[in-house]
């Protein structure tokens, strides 16, 4: 059998950094990765046969836990008949129903394979829709890696984003525009400058991708009525909060705060696929005419839709659908992040956590009465060391965090008071060291 890290050194030969997704190769934290081999429920097996409580649940999809009978059942079924088909069938009409019955603001939706594409497609569509170029998304928050979106704050608020990355034309993101998480003043002075121009602004609602921080609701009921006044659409990209902080989402979260409260562009990933390669974008009836065949916005993709994908994710939904499923998620997780905190405080060591649904967060504050960091700078303002001691303590205990200070972690429904409880424990020891 070989060892992590034998597949670790065979892997980095063939593929770049050994990963197919860098995140999966340990840089921020340090370390081997983890070479899985099984998962069942709320545990991952690796190559040298030891076991994980898992947190990552490939980043949010496996809501259920790994291995669920019937989602299992329904993939085999589903594959006997057909991997793809490039013609329409009956389940992605199914899955289309079934998100568009649990998503009030979503009249239709576009089937695709994963959260990139389906943020890539919302920004064109978007843009075509309002004949408007400008976008603003938020420092801290990530969309997948299309051009446009791989992009750091400008410095100052009228000047273009920079690109994140090499191999982005400076005149790719010249109409990205990206302002701080949860700051109205810019807010204001941004579409007081620049409204009438800006074709849409993509947020996530919660974002993960800042470990965990909420947008504030004065700042998301502001951001709703400025888009509304300057004619741009307010695009949610939930490919991590979908069907994960609650079954409408977190878009269903801000409704019970602010009345009425909509998107008029959502993006959906991970949870809806329950594992396989699926996501969709959404929005009204009239927007969505105007990608292709219909309209002028052209779309597309091979295996969109795809008939295991769809059967695995329409399996998943009918699951989390179930009465009662975030109500016991919820509290799960809570009780998950309390009991991080209560150990934390008997260790003396700073400690900040949230969650909503089966999606949580924590920090190592700098002090210890540091509040819930608000934005990307706060976020990065938090002991990023001692995280990442506490991640390798908890790894070498068997119980997998997120391998990055800038990651959500996640709880399934397979996950016991038992697991949480040893989980709790594995944490006590690892704060002690
Ligand atoms: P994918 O293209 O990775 O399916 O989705 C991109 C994406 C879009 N929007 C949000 C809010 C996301 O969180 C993601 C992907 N999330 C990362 C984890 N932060 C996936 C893990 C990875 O990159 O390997």
Same mark, same amino acid.
């Given at each position: 059998m070989s060892s992590n890290e034998q597949l670790f050194q065979r892997a980095q030969g063939v593929i770049p950094g050994g990963?197919?997704?860098?995140?999966?190769?340990?840089?921020?934290?340090?370390g081997t990765p983890r070479f899985i081999q099984r998962a069942q429920g709320a545990y991952m097996w690796d190559a040298e046969g030891t076991k994980y409580i898992d947190y990552i649940g490939s980043w949010g999809p496996m809501i259920l836990g790994h291995g669920h009978p019937a989602v299992l059942d329904a993939v085999h079924q589903a594959a006997a008949d057909?991997? /793809?088909? $490039?013609a329409p069938t009956e389940r992605e009409v199914q899955l289309a129903e079934a998100i568009i019955a649990l998503v009030p603001s979503v009249e239709q939706v576009r089937l695709v394979s994963s959260g990139t594409e389906a943020g890539m497609s919302a920004i064109r569509l978007a843009r075509g829709a309002t004949g408007r170029s400008k976008i603003v998304k938020f420092e801290?928050?990530?969309?997948?890696?299309?051009d446009a979106l791989l992009v750091k704050a400008g410095s100052g608020l009228a000047t273009f984003g920079h690109p994140? /990355?090499? $191999?982005?034309?400076?005149e790719v993101v010249q109409h990205t525009l990206v302002l701080e998480y949860n700051n109205i003043e810019e807010l204001e002075a941004c579409f007081k400058a620049q409204g009438d121009e800006i074709a849409c602004v993509m947020i996530e609602p919660i974002c993960g991708n800042m470990n965990f921080v909420r947008a504030s609701v004065p700042f998301m009921k502001r951001l709703r009525e400025l888009c509304t006044q300057h004619g741009a659409m307010l695009a949610f990209?939930?490919?991590?909060?979908?069907?994960?902080?609650a079954l409408g989402g977190a878009q269903s979260v801000y409704a019970k705060l602010i009345p009425g409260f909509q998107p008029d562009m959502s993006v959906f990933g991970k949870v809806i696929g329950g594992g396989m390669p699926l996501a969709a974008f959404g929005s009204s009836k009239k927007v969505m005419s105007q990608l292709a065949p219909l309209g002028p916005v052209y779309q597309a993709g091979t295996?969109?839709?795809?008939p295991v994908a769809t059967a695995c994710g329409l399996a998943t939904l009918k699951e989390i659908s179930k009465p009662g499923f975030y109500e016991a998620l919820g509290a799960r997780t809570q009780s998950m992040v309390a009991g991080l905190t209560k150990v934390a405080q008997a260790a003396g060591v700073p400690f900040v956590g949230d969650s909503e649904g089966g999606m949580f967060g924590f920090f190592f504050s700098a002090?210890?009465?540091?509040?819930?960091?608000?934005n990307y700078g706060e976020v990065m303002a938090t002991d990023k060391d001692r995280f990442n001691r506490f991640f390798h303590g908890m790894l070498n205990r068997g119980v997998y965090l997120?391998?990055?200070?800038y990651e959500a972690g996640f709880v399934s429904a397979a996950h016991t008071e038992a697991d949480i409880a040893a989980t709790v424990a594995a944490a006590a020891e690892a704060l002690q060291d």
């Open positions: 990963v197919n997704s860098p995140v999966r190769a340990f840089r921020a934290v340090g057909g991997f /793809s088909f $490039g801290g928050c990530y969309h997948g890696h299309a994140t /990355s090499a $191999g982005v034309p400076p990209d939930e490919v991590m909060t979908g069907f994960r902080v295996l969109s839709g795809n002090t210890a009465t540091s509040p819930q960091p608000q997120a391998p990055a200070l």
